[in-house]
């Protein structure tokens, strides 16, 4: 088990930043996933934690130990990634011994580790097929599996579920909360897909552009967002966004939190309301998701009915507990 912490750290790659004085505790224990669109930093971060790319100025501490000088072998880190690293021409078994092979695990010890690993992650009756007879989702796990051979202190995983089809990603999402769960060790997962950030961290890091624009828990991130951009990224669709007139002073809605009419609700009732017309109507069965124009916007609403169609007139209402605001600086 370890905590990681950042202290003011930048990167920079040919003269250009692409870590900005970043700040940083990655609580030990945790599932802590770090977010963001494609570009932002993600990876840069992760791979300093793994010694395999150094910072250029702050310190990254591992348990309290500034790890600059300690090479990646010896930080007690794993990482997994997209695209596995697993070699093809060995078997399940072989794969997963190398590294022990290379750490002089004795004999009697790499088996017995091997089988009962194994048995953690699914592959017990695999252990001699080759990776090209497995499918995507176990061949995810035997790179889990050489990375828990290492019975490392900090798990680190770069997208490790991208390249499964959407329901493999389900399930290996809710093996991998298992996992840490059983496991209890630190866990430091990077994606750009919010929905896998939402679903499986303890704590979501979110950033953009080389900087943390909120580090919280999955409900506070989505129920109270501190700036646009938060906003904006967590949640499908996303939160929807009005100009308020002033200095580019705007507010936001939730989609689910929008109520639809077709008279003028009661007055004060509802703290926002507008007049529209539905341009789009997407029925998903246990919901429907609507687009409606009004003058220059367009507003995106998700109702647990599915009582308006295309080109309806509509009233559409938010309760002034769920607007949310947000300064003309940002
Ligand atoms: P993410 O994982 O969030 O998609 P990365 O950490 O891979 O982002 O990259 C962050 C930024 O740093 C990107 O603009 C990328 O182009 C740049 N970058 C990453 N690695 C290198 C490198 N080895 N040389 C130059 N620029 C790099
Ligand atoms: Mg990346």
């Given at each position: 088990?370890?905590?990681?912490?950042?202290?003011?750290?930048?990167?920079?790659?040919?003269?250009?930043?692409?870590?900005?004085?970043?700040?940083?505790?990655i609580?030990?224990?945790k599932f802590t996933v770090?977010?963001?669109?494609?570009?932002?930093?993600?990876?840069?971060?992760?791979?300093?934690?793994?010694?395999?790319?150094?910072?250029?100025?702050?310190?990254?501490?591992?348990?309290?130990?500034?790890?600059?000088?300690?090479?990646?072998?010896?930080?007690?880190?794993?990482?997994?990634?997209?695209?596995?690293?697993?070699?093809?021409?060995?078997?399940?078994?072989?794969?997963?011994?190398?590294?022990?092979?290379?750490?002089?695990?004795?004999?009697?010890?790499?088996?017995?580790?091997?089988?009962?690993?194994?048995?953690?992650?699914?592959?017990?009756?695999?252990?001699?097929?080759?990776?090209?007879?497995?499918?995507?989702?176990?061949?995810?796990?035997?790179?889990?599996?050489?990375?828990?051979?290492?019975?490392?202190?900090?798990?680190?995983?770069?997208?490790?579920?991208?390249?499964?089809?959407?329901?493999?990603?389900?399930?290996?999402?809710?093996?991998?909360?298992?996992?840490?769960?059983?496991?209890?060790?630190?866990?430091v997962?990077?994606?750009?897909?919010?929905?896998?950030?939402?679903?499986?961290a303890?704590t979501?890091v979110?950033?953009?552009?080389?900087?943390?624009?909120?580090?919280?828990?999955?409900?506070?991130?989505?129920?109270?967002?501190?700036?646009?951009?938060?906003?904006?990224?967590?949640?499908?669709?996303?939160?929807?966004?009005?100009?308020?007139?002033?200095?580019?002073?705007?507010?936001?809605?939730?989609?689910?939190?929008?109520?639809?009419?077709?008279?003028?609700?009661?007055?004060?009732?509802?703290?926002?309301?507008?007049?529209?017309?539905?341009?789009?109507?997407?029925?998903?069965?246990?919901?429907?998701?609507?687009?409606?124009?009004?003058?220059?916007?367009?507003?995106?609403?998700?109702?647990?009915?599915?009582?308006?169609?295309?080109?309806?007139?509509?009233?559409?209402?938010?309760?002034?507990?769920?607007?949310?605001?947000?300064?003309?600086?940002?």
């Amino acid at each position: 088990m370890a905590s990681i912490q950042f202290v003011d750290v930048s990167k920079t790659f040919d003269k250009q930043a692409v870590i900005r004085d970043l700040n940083l505790t990655i609580e030990d224990g945790k599932f802590t996933v770090l977010v963001g669109p494609s570009g932002c930093g993600k990876t840069t971060l992760l791979r300093m934690i793994a010694g395999i790319g150094p910072h250029t100025s702050g310190r990254v501490l591992i348990d309290g130990k500034d790890v600059s000088r300690i090479p990646p072998g010896q930080r007690g880190v794993a990482m997994v990634f997209q695209n596995y690293a697993i070699y093809p021409t060995m078997s399940v078994r072989e794969n997963i011994e190398f590294g022990l092979k290379n750490n002089k695990v004795p004999k009697a010890e790499r088996k017995r580790l091997i089988e009962s690993i194994c048995e953690t992650v699914g592959l017990a009756e695999y252990l001699d097929r080759k990776p090209s007879d497995l499918s995507g989702g176990q061949r995810q796990r035997v790179a889990l599996a050489r990375a828990m051979v290492k019975k490392p202190s900090v798990f680190l995983m770069d997208e490790p579920l991208s390249n499964l089809d959407a329901k493999l990603r389900v399930q290996m999402r809710i093996e991998l909360i298992e996992l840490h769960k059983k496991l209890g060790t630190t866990f430091v997962y990077v994606t750009h897909d919010q929905v896998e950030a939402m679903s499986m961290a303890d704590t979501i890091v979110l950033m953009n552009k080389g900087e943390i624009q909120q580090e919280a828990a999955p409900e506070a991130i989505y129920h109270q967002p501190n700036n646009l951009f938060t906003a904006q990224f967590i949640g499908v669709p996303p939160m929807n966004i009005g100009e308020l007139g002033t200095e580019g002073a705007r507010f936001g809605f939730r989609p689910e939190h929008a109520v639809l009419s077709r008279q003028l609700p009661p007055e004060s009732a509802l703290h926002y309301q507008t007049r529209g017309t539905i341009i789009t109507r997407e029925m998903l069965g246990s919901e429907t998701i609507y687009q409606i124009r009004s003058g220059s916007d367009s507003f995106m609403v998700k109702s647990a009915e599915d009582l308006y169609r295309v080109d309806e007139e509509v009233f559409l209402g938010v309760d002034a507990s769920k607007l949310h605001f947000f300064g003309g600086d940002e």
